[in-house]
């Protein structure tokens, strides 16, 4: 003959599993049914730049940046430290590139620190379409 014993705490901590549970599983129903209704907020966060089409190779095409010159928001001339004027063509305008006073030059791969593909600026990433010497007159201005 077998006695059920039913203790009292193990009634109070099925009681409190089933609760916690019951909460997750209703969060979770929660955040599923705002990601289907609201997705396409998420989608208009982050911006990824196209591919580059071109490269900045750091010991062929230039050792140092001197200055450079804002165009318009897909172009920058470049003046290195010989006085060598580069044209620096973006895929696409490039946002604060206009009061840009700085840029960072932007790797593809840990691979290759001397191949830039990218220029970095206020914290977009605006990829090259071209990056080719200039052979107009004009300067750029010193970087400061």
């Known amino acids: ?14 009681t409190a599993l089933n609760r916690i549970i019951g909460i997750a599983g209703a969060l979770a129903l929660v955040g599923a049914s705002y990601m289907v209704f609201h997705g396409d907020d998420f989608s208009t966060g982050a911006h990824i730049a196209p591919p580059a089409s071109d490269a900045l190779v750091q010991a062929i095409d230039l050792t140092h940046i001197a200055g450079f ?6 172009t920058l001339e470049v003046t290195d430290e010989m006085g060598k004027n580069f044209k620096m063509e973006l895929t ?9 006073k700085d840029f960072s030059l932007v790797t593809e791969s840990y691979r290759d620190f001397d191949r830039f593909t990218a220029i970095g600026v206020k914290g977009s990433i605006c ?10 007159g004009a300067t750029a201005k010193p970087a400061s």
């Open 1 to 14: 003959m077998g006695l059920a014993i039913n203790f009292i705490g193990e009634d109070i901590m099925l």
């Open 92 to 100: 696409e305008p490039c946002p604060g590139l206009k009061d840009a």
């Open 69 to 74: 010159r804002y165009v318009d928001d897909h």
């Open 127 to 136: 990829t090259f379409r071209d990056f080719a010497p200039l052979d107009t």
